[in-house]
């Protein structure tokens, strides 16, 4: 049996920190998706540094100046993307000259045959305002991009308040596939610089539980958790809820034994509710179960419209197990195609659990699959009555011989509605397997 100890559970490692800073007009009024943030702090995260802020900056050169100068006063790394093209409303850069006193502008040749290479094969001149995007503060690192015309740029700091001592700012463009490119460099390079110690994630994914179910539930383990980890809750209404437990500053075998711990004790709680880990959905975890079994799947949808055949399919591979859909939405198709009576939608409608226990077992038949899903509902914003209300979903699910249904109530409006029907299906599936 592992034994505590001091050196494992107490954690007084101080951590190094990082803030992302996104610079754009089109960021703030929403015309664009702030992406880059996230991928930026996955990369950090991975390499043991934790971001504590993320900032978005309209495009104002003395805004900027301001906050990125006590940016760099607080944090180990700085990392800001966007405002270095070639339009007059790109003015990171000088506002970086400012910030790191550089005394001139020097023409860096590597970015300048990239430029010249792209205007070429192209079919573009090469004007002043090309060539200008290989000018770079005197003072700066260069980190060529391969990519597009801006390079991005190092600015090193001497900084007491930090844990290196340090303050690295770097300057990215706001591209998102040109910044991923140049942030395969940049990590390495933050990794020479700073003793980082590790950050260590275990993800488990759950599903069937709301969060304020599962967080009375895990009460008394979550209060018991050693002081050195943290529980982050990350629900999404498709994937179901992630708990994310997290160790910072503590070797990975050490931080791994201690979580794997918890997680047994988790597992011993919640059971079923977990289905996978890290970035696992439903649907590929379902997949694989299949596989391992040698079994088959084929769905009948009508409210979900296809939206289950479409998360099965989004999966690579899928195709040794998926054998095909069918989507039924008028009675007419249930009837000449998945082989449901007239008799029974006369009697108990097309949302029924008779209904769509025949759809399943009409699509099992049509494909000849081992396993088959079938889900018949409301999914609004009109057709409810008070015995069948706008959200009402009907499921069957078919493993070999055995049919199981179940019914749910859903709220919100149709899209979520078709949403949370298609995951609940393919976790009816799950549960019975």
Not at 11 to 25: R, S, Y
Not at 275 to 295: A, F, H, P, R
Request: hydrophobic share 40%; proline share 3%; glycine share 8%.
């Amino acid at each position: 049996m592992f034994q505590k100890s001091t050196d494992i559970y107490q954690n007084n490692t101080k951590m190094h920190k990082a803030c992302v800073c996104t610079i754009g007009d089109e960021i703030l009024i929403g015309q664009i998706v702030d992406t880059n943030s996230a991928h930026i702090s996955r990369l950090l995260n991975k390499i043991g540094i934790k971001v504590e802020k993320m900032v978005s900056i309209q495009d104002d050169q003395s805004e900027i100046e301001s906050v990125v100068s006590k940016l760099t006063e607080k944090y180990d790394v700085v990392i800001v993307t966007g405002g270095l093209g070639p339009t007059k409303d790109d003015i990171t850069k000088d506002v970086l000259f400012n910030i790191s006193k550089s005394k001139s502008y020097v023409y860096n040749q590597d970015q300048f045959d990239v430029i010249k290479s792209i205007c070429e094969k192209r079919g573009l001149e090469l004007t002043d305002i090309n060539r200008n995007q290989a000018l770079v503060p005197d003072n700066a690192k260069v980190f060529t991009n391969l990519k597009g015309t801006a390079p991005g740029m190092c600015f090193i700091f001497e900084n007491r308040e930090t844990e290196s001592g340090l303050s690295l700012l770097f300057s990215l463009p706001g591209v998102p596939f040109e910044m991923e490119h140049l942030m395969e460099k940049i990590i390495p390079f933050i990794e020479s610089k700073l003793k980082i110690d590790g950050i260590f994630h275990r993800t488990l994914v759950t599903y069937g539980i709301p969060e304020s179910v599962l967080s009375q539930t895990i009460e008394q383990w979550e209060l018991a958790l050693p002081k050195s980890m943290k529980l982050a809750y990350l629900p999404n209404p498709l994937i179901g809820v992630r708990l994310r437990l997290s160790v910072y500053g503590m070797s990975a075998p050490h931080a791994e034994i201690i979580v794997n711990q918890e997680v047994e004790k988790l597992k011993a709680i919640i059971g079923d509710a977990i289905y996978g880990e890290n970035e696992d959905t439903l649907e590929k975890v379902i997949l694989k179960l299949l596989e391992s079994k040698g079994l088959t799947l084929s769905i009948a949808e009508s409210c979900t419209g296809g939206k289950i055949s479409s998360l099965i399919t989004s999966v690579p591979g899928c195709s040794i197990v998926y054998k095909g859909g069918i989507t039924a939405y008028s009675n007419e198709l249930k009837t000449n195609i998945l082989g449901v009576s007239h008799e029974i939608i006369e009697k108990n409608g097309a949302v029924s659990e008779e209904c769509v226990r025949e759809m399943a077992l009409g699509v099992q038949k049509l494909t000849k699959s081992d396993c088959a899903i079938a889900t018949s509902g409301i999914a609004g914003p009109g057709g409810g009555a008070d015995h069948k209300p706008v959200g009402l979903v009907w499921f069957a699910v078919v493993v070999g011989n055995e049919v199981f249904t179940a019914k749910k109530i859903f709220t919100g409006d149709r899209q979520r509605i078709i949403e949370r029907s298609s995951s609940d299906a393919i976790n009816l599936l799950r549960l019975k397997l």
